[in-house]
């Protein structure tokens, strides 16, 4: 199964002892414009957060704001000042203060792709794709605790789970299997810039 350039970007995410990065972490996988698909890519599937210009996180460390902090003075020395997001959260290196909700964006958005990809496929589509993803990013070491529950569900469950899976307000377990969609690559990059705009 061919492994795509996003796929090269995950494994190194995801085998990556470090929980920040910046953007320069990815030149030598490939150029400018692959390595920003494939960051855009991986926001969309939460495996990491942008934080800022150039800046990402795991998001297992988006809720503790002063390690953010800390690791990327570590990168960056103190050559310049940042800004940087983190869930409801402006970082500043020598204050913080809250602002809006990005989580309650992030929510939002992964509904409208999830009911954008129901409009377009059916059930049987989705599975089938969804499975092979799943598939291909197991193969390569790419896998969190998420995956193993959409496998399963896209094994043994009804369609109507399925759907309700992926339209439900319901924090458990849909919201949360919705931050890391296996049915990701049906969304091209056209329609979540439509879907960014409307959230």
């Known amino acids: 199964m061919r492994v795509t350039f996003v796929d090269k970007?995950?494994?190194?995410?995801?085998?990556?002892?470090?929980?920040?990065?910046?953007?320069?972490?990815?030149?030598?996988l490939g150029d400018y414009r692959q390595v920003g698909r494939a960051l855009a890519r991986l926001q969309d599937e939460y495996v990491i957060i942008h934080a800022g210009h150039g800046v990402y996180a795991k998001p297992s460390i988006a809720t503790k704001p002063e390690l953010v902090i800390k690791k990327l003075s570590k990168k960056?020395?103190?050559r310049v000042k940042r800004t940087i997001k983190l869930g409801g959260t402006r970082v500043y290196f020598d204050k913080t203060i809250t602002i809006q909700n990005v989580q309650q964006r992030l929510d939002r958005l992964k509904l409208l792709m999830a009911e954008n990809v129901l409009q377009r496929y059916s059930i049987e589509q989705i599975r089938k794709h969804s499975l092979d993803a799943l598939s291909r990013w197991k193969k390569i070491n790419s896998w969190n605790p998420g995956y193993t529950e959409w496998e399963h569900i896209l094994?043994?469950?009804?369609?109507?789970?399925?759907?309700?899976?992926m339209t439900s307000d319901k924090q458990e377990p849909c919201n949360r299997l919705r931050q890391s969609p296996p049915y990701v690559d049906l969304?091209?990059?056209?329609?979540?810039?439509?879907?960014?705009?409307?959230r």
């Open 9 to 28: 970007v995950r494994q190194k995410v995801n085998a990556s002892k470090e929980q920040v990065f910046l953007r320069r972490d990815f030149d030598e």
């Open 155 to 165: 094994l043994t469950g009804s369609d109507d789970l399925v759907r309700e899976i």
């Open 76 to 78: 960056l020395g103190g």
């Open 187 to 198: 969304v091209d990059e056209k329609i979540m810039e439509k879907l960014r705009e409307t």
